[in-house]
Nanobody, 126 residues
């Protein structure tokens, strides 16, 4: 069974940084685009960022552009999210997701992702 396991979440002060990791297993990792979504308290889950299969193309929500960076290491079956200049509004559970190559949805739509991790909590204090 495919597993996506996130790590690296925690409590950080505003302006600080965190690096999330998502390790995939039982998945032909290099054939899947990968993304991070998040769900803030009382809100629906939203797109944060995505990266293409080889890593040539990246996509970001406007709210995180210039502060967050997604990357991947296909040799390690891992995708990363470097988060800098964190704000209290970044507080959320962050989910890693995998998008198959035949997905009919654009990268920002969660319906296009068929594997999800359990999530990791990120809390930014003011």
């Amino acid at each position: 069974q495919v597993q996506l396991v996130e790590s690296g979440g925690g409590l950080v002060q505003a302006g600080g940084s965190l690096r999330l990791s998502c390790a995939a297993s039982r998945l032909t990792f290099s054939t899947y685009a990968m993304a991070w979504f998040r769900r803030a308290p009382g809100k629906e889950r939203e797109f944060v960022t995505a990266i293409s299969r080889i890593g040539f193309n990246t996509y970001y929500a406007d709210s995180v552009k210039g502060r967050f960076t997604i990357s991947r290491d296909n040799a390690k079956n891992t995708v990363y999210l470097q988060m800098n200049s964190l704000k209290p509004e970044d507080t959320a559970v962050y989910y890693c997701a995998a998008r198959p190559p035949n997905s009919a949805h654009v990268m920002t739509v969660e319906d296009g992702y068929n594997y999800w991790g359990q999530g990791t909590q990120v809390t930014v204090s003011s």
